[in-house]
């Protein structure tokens, strides 16, 4: 897969921002599900739902099948994995400039 964009990272983050967006992801994450099943847990409309699969769906985070009437959804972990990727570069970034930052500001030992 092509490195992220702006835009891909905008997109993702966004969609993950909300709880509901989240749960749903976690919900996938056993298998593919129909939409409607996936409403069932919420105390939301099926149209609110399907709000937040599309907002999903728009961030490359979930696929749609349609098979007649019915909706199925599914992850993809393959935009999963490009986001956590991007993420854990910047963890890595930063670790390595913190610690030189605690060594520079942490009291050093004077010798007894």
Do not use: C, Y
Request: net charge neutral.
């Amino acid at each position: 897969m092509n490195a992220l964009t702006s835009q891909d990272l905008d997109l993702a983050f966004h969609a993950l921002s909300h709880a509901t967006r989240r749960a749903l992801l976690d919900r996938l994450a056993d298998g593919e599900a129909r939409v409607t099943d996936l409403a069932a847990g919420f105390d939301l409309a099926l149209n609110t739902v399907s709000k937040h699969v599309r907002t999903l769906e728009e961030a490359r985070l979930v696929r749609r099948r349609v098979a007649g009437r019915e909706h199925w959804v599914s992850a993809d972990p393959l935009r999963l994995t490009s986001v956590m990727g991007w993420a854990e570069r910047q963890r890595a970034f930063w670790e390595v400039r913190l610690d030189a930052l605690a060594r520079l500001v942490e009291p050093k030992e004077e010798p007894t």
